[in-house]
């Protein structure tokens, strides 16, 4: 039988898994004892060579329970690591147990595993839970509104469901909006060949600049801009360069609004007719 040995020493873990562990060769003196007798020596003598063997022969709850809660968490939470805090709770448990209680430890450690699995969930969790606590009540009452009315809730509704308004909604309705994170290592989809795609395998980064883009995009910006006059060629950069309106053009060249739009439509119908131009020169040679 595999040993599984649990301990605390400086507010670090030393553990050994039974799928790590080392078959130890030997029988244990402990495995000829009845349920209740093992209960009543380790509550006699507190050993921990006995604790270690209760804990190995429970160790199929940690297990249990850490699959449940993981089956409800994102594929990059190992279990292995969910299975580790529940040791914790594990060992907690078999030192609280009392058969006076006429309660099967089975029934009396699940509490305490699945709490020592959610606290070190929590722990990693970078929003605090009074947000979540918030969040939660938003959204329900926000979808209760919404199930109701047939329609999307507005903020007004909400707050009276709530009972909240003013700054007290705001500050409610802010927390509900709480940025999310995403690990890169979180899978993204299934590609064709079996393998996961993970995020880190098909995110954006648009910090990166494509060179040769970069240098099709300046060559346009010349074709285009070639022949104009300096009003019509920041007409075309700041309305397709810098995404600003017809309206903030005419502010910054001190034109109104429907000038501008004249000029661009002037400026459209000669770039057509020279591409169309340009067309025929290369269809011909």
Do not use: C
Not at 18 to 35: Q, T
Not at 160 to 184: I, Y
Request: aromatic fraction near 6%; glycine fraction near 6%; charge should be positive.
């Amino acid at each position: 039988m595999s040993a599984v040995k649990t301990t605390i020493r400086g507010g670090h873990r030393n553990r050994f898994i039974a799928r790590h562990a080392e078959p130890s060769g030997k029988p244990s003196p402990f495995d000829k004892l009845a349920v209740n007798d093992l209960w009543k020596k380790y509550k006699k003598e507190r050993s921990e060579a006995l604790r270690n063997f209760l804990m190995e022969k429970y160790l199929h709850l940690v297990r249990f329970n850490a699959e449940r809660i993981h089956t409800r968490l994102p594929d990059e939470v190992d279990v292995e690591d969910l299975m580790s805090a529940g040791l914790f709770g594990l060992m907690d448990a078999i030192d609280s147990f009392d058969l006076a209680r006429k309660v099967k430890f089975e029934t009396f450690s699940a509490n305490r595993i699945r709490g020592a699995i959610l606290d070190e969930l929590r722990s990693m969790d970078w929003v605090p839970r009074l947000v979540r606590h918030r969040t939660a009540k938003f959204e329900q009452a926000r979808q209760q509104i919404e199930m109701e009315a047939g329609r999307p809730a507005t903020d007004h509704e909400v707050g009276q469901r709530l009972g909240l308004q003013g700054e007290e909604f705001d500050k409610v309705k802010r927390d509900s909006s709480a940025v999310g994170t995403r690990s890169l290592n979180q899978r993204a989809f299934n590609s064709d060949g079996g393998r996961d795609v993970r995020e880190i395998d098909v995110v954006k980064d648009d910090s990166q600049v494509n060179p040769l883009g970069d240098l099709q995009r300046r060559d346009m910006k010349e074709l285009i801009t070639k022949g104009l006059s300096r009003a019509e060629r920041l007409i075309v950069i700041l309305y397709y360069y810098e995404n600003m309106t017809m309206k903030e053009i005419g502010a910054t060249l001190d034109l109104s609004e429907s000038r501008v739009s004249q000029m661009h439509s002037s400026i459209l119908a000669r770039l057509k007719a020279q591409l169309q131009h340009r067309m025929k020169e290369l269809e011909e040679e």
